[in-house]
């Protein structure tokens, strides 16, 4: 299951009042591995779901990864 699919169905199964499939609980951990969109997607969906973080310190935890992708911005003269 795609970053972008794992929230869009966590975000779909709390609107029916229904608990995420355990497909999509999984993929939610192996947060660490996606990019830098999906992260600020998961980061932006905490605002209405704040129980998407299915771990303690998981904003701290995405905060840091962003940061490195940050850091990997190689600014360059024109």
């Keep these: 299951?795609?970053?972008t699919r794992t929230v869009q169905a966590f975000i779909d199964a709390k609107k029916e009042n229904k608990a995420p499939s355990p497909e999509v609980i999984q993929s939610l951990k192996?947060?660490?591995k996606w990019n830098e969109p999906?992260?600020?997607g998961l980061r932006n969906?905490?605002?209405y779901?704040?129980?998407?973080?299915i771990e303690p310190g998981?904003?701290?935890t995405i905060h840091k990864l962003l940061e490195k992708f940050k850091e990997r911005i190689v600014p360059h003269k024109f």
């Design 1 to 3: 299951m795609t970053p």
């Design 30 to 32: 192996s947060y660490r």
């Design 38 to 40: 999906e992260l600020i």
């Design 45 to 47: 969906a905490s605002a």
């Design 49 to 53: 779901y704040p129980d998407i973080y």
């Design 58 to 60: 998981m904003d701290e």
